[in-house]
């Protein structure tokens, strides 16, 4: 891999199914995302990220780094790269870009099989189709990561504010995002949770981030907007 | 040499309909869907040989003198399965990969006759290979077709580009891939499993069909034999027996054969219990270690396979795929999509410094075929690029695939990015910009040729 794999935290081993049909155990996640997601990502559950992008893929990296296997379905443009930089090692990816009008049958049977599913429903699923794929995923202890919305998600993550460093009017380049994630669940009583994250940082991987000047005080890690070198050069 | 003897006549049978059609939604129903154009060619000659699922072979030489002559045969075929319901193309020549791309050209296929191989190959584009390193590699080399390919010495070939140039050189030569073992395969080589009582569901059969073919790769292996078809046997309760052959360039793994053997019974569903399968080992080359695993360490559990594979008989075996980091400039180019299954390339080296590749961190959205777009100044010019490589005006607004325009915050550029400057005819430049739009959103984009392209999105 060319970038180191991320630590992750591992509190139960991936390979081991026998748990799963009670639904217990947690997958890993990110060191950066524990805040946001305490334990990690909770079998059988559907978490939803918002929409497609750095986040979805960076919730899977902690589990697939800790030996899960991963199925990505109806994203014909993943940038396999950025996921490898996030942590999510291609070597235990399967793509299944245009699912057809079949999908949510497509998914059923990958949920059997992969850790998690992540998937981008090519339509507003009807209520009757997403209850058989939330029992498909609880039966067979799988995640399924949702890149949009999904009604009775157990958690729901979303970029809430951004911004990018690094690049300026005519200089520099795009050298990280500092991202705030807001993860809410589905007890009402629960407060939703806040983190800053590099999403990415300079070298692709998601860390956690300081919160902006203003908000509190500056990050340990500065603001990656020192002097850039070239995108490129002529070839 | 006795692999250059000229390869025998084939005729491949395409069912173009069935490979790009979505029967998604109703499980398996493509393989099953299959079974009958089997049984039509099977009538003509009983040695049909199952590319997969929608593409069939048969050596002409026995057939084509009983129906009288090779274009009889195309023609008498193409009729008999298009009584059946299912439309298709056939085409004939010398070798198994020729003919599968005459069956291609045109709208019905087309007949080489028997020596024009090489000159009906020379004419098509590297890509039909369908060995993705080595398609990418070939034309960044000025090598576009099959002739140009076929004129460089094979010894070339081989030392420049390992064993799949050794073996792309032979393709496009219009040879067999492999010279075969001209040895029919010994009876021990096969590998048999009796149920009793007969078993009644796909499943476990076709996960005994995995334990047998590792079984009978354990003994390929001990002779130093792979093997590129194998013959799959199935016999039922009631005594009727199922036998097919199938074939697979990258070499049948374990797996693949299991694959195989799902789509076989699932083409088959309806029959008695089945009290026998039998895997032959059909046709045998040298191993040559290109069997080495693709993933590293990463093979997939029964668990993950079975899951894929169901997914793969519902959507088509194309269409479910596992990514392989490569060079290359473009975003688009860095990444090979592998079947599931199939015995892929050999690890190519992702971490070469590729001129122009787009430093960390990396998009998450990347297009495969880039999004028009167009990017305007604040009068609303569109913003060009002048030979010194500046721009006529900061961009201030982006609008992507027809949708309204967003205004740009910031942006960096252009990138000069210059592809093939050695060939004329394919040289490519292009003026590259990270765009960062009011949504917060950020943008690699592309000045080409004076229009405006969207690569990648990083968000």
Known sequence: METGVAQVISLSPVRHRDDVLTGAGLLPVLPALRELLPGGLQRGSVVTSGGWGLLSLSLAAGAVADGAWCAIVGVPAVGVRAAAQAGLEPDRLLLVAEPGPGWAQAVASLLDGFDIVLLRPPEQPPAQLRRKLEAAARRYGSVLLVAGDWPGAQSRLLVADTKWTGIGLGHGRLRARKAQVIASGRGAGERPRSAWLWLPGPDGAVTAAAAPAGVAGAGPQGDYSGAAEPLASSG | ?459
């Open chain 2, 1 to 459: 040499m006795t692999g250059q003897a000229a390869s025998r006549r084939v005729l491949v049978l395409r069912c173009a309909d069935w490979l790009d059609s979505d029967r998604a939604g109703d499980d398996n129903a493509a393989a099953r869907a299959f079974e009958p154009v089997v049984a039509i060619v099977g009538e003509f000659c009983p040695q049909v040989e199952v590319l997969r699922p929608g593409i069939c072979a048969i050596g002409t030489r026995g057939p084509a003198r009983y129906f009288g002559g090779e274009a009889e045969l195309a023609r008498k075929l193409t009729e008999a399965v298009g009584r059946g319901g299912f439309a298709c193309q056939a085409g004939v020549a010398d070798g198994l990969f020729a003919a599968g791309l005459a069956a291609r050209a045109g709208p019905t296929g087309v007949l080489v006759p028997p020596g024009e191989t090489p000159e009906f190959l020379a004419g098509l584009p590297v890509g039909v290979l369908g060995m993705p390193e080595l398609c990418e590699l070939l034309p960044r080399l000025g090598i576009e077709t099959l002739g140009q390919l076929a004129a460089l010495p094979s010894a070339e070939a081989a030392s420049r580009f390992g064993p799949p140039g050794k073996l792309a050189s032979r393709l496009a030569r219009g040879l067999d891939p492999r010279p075969l073992i001209a040895r029919r395969p010994a009876a021990d080589l096969s590998v048999q499993l009796e149920f009793d009582p007969p078993a009644g569901q796909s499943e476990p059969v076709i996960f005994a069909a995995k334990a047998l073919a590792d079984q009978m790769h354990d003994r390929l292996a001990a002779a130093g034999l792979a093997c590129v078809r194998v013959q799959v046997q199935v016999r039922c309760a009631d005594g009727q027996e199922l036998s097919r052959l199938w074939r697979h360039d990258g070499l049948l793994s374990a797996l693949a054969v299991a694959e195989r053997v799902c789509w076989q019974l699932d083409g088959w569903r309806g029959a008695a219990g089945i009290t026998l399968l039998r895997l032959v080992p059909d046709q045998l080359v040298r191993a040559t270690g290109r069997q080495l695993a693709l993933w590293g360490d990463s093979v997939p559990s029964d668990r993950v396979a079975r899951a894929a594979i169901r997914v793969q008989a519902m959507l088509g075996h194309d269409r479910v795929t596992r990514p392989v980091l490569a060079g290359g400039r473009r975003p688009a180019e860095q990444v090979l999509l592998v079947p599931f299954g199939d015995a892929g390339v050999p690890q190519r080296p992702a971490d070469r410094p590729w001129p122009d590749q787009i430093p960390a961190p990396a998009p998450a959205t990347v297009f495969g075929v880039p999004l028009a777009a167009s990017v305007t100044d604040d009068s609303g010019n569109e913003v060009t690029v002048t030979g010194r490589a500046q721009p006529s005006a900061p961009p201030a607004w982006l609008a992507v695939a027809g949708r309204p325009a967003r205004a740009v915050t910031a942006w960096a550029g252009p990138w000069p990015v210059t592809q093939r400057w050695w060939d004329p005819r394919h040289a490519r430049r292009q003026a590259r910009f990270q765009l960062v739009t009011q949504d917060g959103a950020a943008w690699l984009a592309a000045l080409q040729d004076g229009r405006w392209l969207i690569e990648a999105r990083y968000d």
